[in-house]
């Protein structure tokens, strides 16, 4: 990697940024606000990625480095 590129993470998971942080990279945050809402008939295996896919693609055009992420948690 490019020592003068940035790590943009467009989440606000403070975790997600403790780990990459622990993993010694430099991270600027800036959550972005992408529609989260999706079709219930989507497959909860597609979710996160389809969320993290939109999250990327709401962040504003740079040549930094953008991580974006999405979890799903399912009970019983």
């Given amino acids: 990697m490019n020592i003068k590129e940035?790590?943009?993470l467009v989440s606000a998971s403070p975790r997600r940024k403790q780990i990459?942080?622990?993993?010694?990279?430099?991270i600027a945050v800036h959550p972005t606000?992408?529609?989260?809402s999706f079709d219930p008939t989507?497959?909860?295996?597609?979710v996160?990625?389809?969320l993290a896919r939109r999250?990327?693609?709401?962040?504003?055009?740079?040549?930094?480095i953008v991580?974006?992420?999405?979890?799903?948690?399912?009970?019983?």
Avoid: C, M, N, Q
């Fill in 20 to 26: 990459l942080e622990d993993a010694g990279f430099t």
């Fill in 6 to 8: 940035k790590i943009i």
């Fill in 55 to 64: 999250k990327a693609a709401a962040a504003p055009p740079s040549s930094d």
């Fill in 48 to 50: 996160p990625e389809l």
């Fill in 67 to 76: 991580i974006a992420a999405d979890t799903v948690v399912i009970l019983g």
């Fill in 33 to 36: 606000h992408a529609d989260e």
């Fill in 42 to 46: 989507t497959p909860v295996r597609e």
